[in-house]
C-alpha cells in the first residue's frame, strides 16, 4: 500500500506561484512513476503533468507548459509541482498519483495505481 500526501495549496493572486509537495511512503519511490491531475467544480479530473521513474523525463499538458514544473527527490520520497504565472482557470483540486513499478511517462487516469487526496489551489483575478 503507498500512501500519497499533498501539501503546499492555497489562495494565490493572478500571476503568482505556488509549489505543490506529495510526500509517498514505501522503500522503492525511485522505481514510482509520478504524475499530477487537478479536478475543477464540474469538470472531469485532468492530466496536468508526470514525471517517469528512470530517466526522469517530464510531460505536461499544453496549458501549463512554460509556467509549470514537475520534479522529483528520490532521497525525500517527494514529487513537486512548481507552479508560476498562475491564472484563474488554473484554479482546482491537485491530485498527485503514482505508478508503481512505472518506468514511463503516463497521462491517463486509469494508469495510475494510488492517489492522494488532493490539495486546493485558488487563483483569483
Known amino acids: 500500500q503507498v500512501q500519497l500526501v499533498e501539501s503546499g495549496g492555497g489562495l494565490v493572486q493572478a500571476g503568482g506561484s505556488l509549489r505543490l509537495s506529495c510526500a509517498a511512503s514505501g522503500r522503492t519511490f525511485s522505481s514510482y512513476a509520478m504524475g499530477w491531475f487537478r479536478q475543477a467544480p464540474g469538470k472531469e479530473r485532468e492530466f496536468v503533468a508526470a514525471?517517469?521513474?528512470?530517466?526522469?523525463?517530464?510531460y505536461y499538458t499544453d496549458s501549463v507548459k512554460g509556467r509549470f514544473t514537475i520534479s522529483r527527490d528520490n532521497a525525500k520520497n517527494t514529487v513537486y509541482l512548481q507552479m508560476n504565472s498562475l491564472k484563474p482557470e488554473d484554479t482546482a483540486v491537485y491530485y498527485c498519483?503514482?505508478?508503481?513499478?512505472?518506468?514511463?511517462?503516463?497521462?491517463?487516469?486509469?494508469?495510475?495505481?494510488?492517489w492522494g487526496q488532493g490539495t486546493q489551489v485558488t487563483v483569483s483575478s
Open positions: 514525471v517517469s521513474s528512470t530517466t526522469g523525463s517530464t
Open positions: 498519483a503514482a505508478v508503481v513499478r512505472g518506468y514511463y511517462i503516463y497521462t491517463r487516469r486509469s494508469d495510475y495505481d494510488y
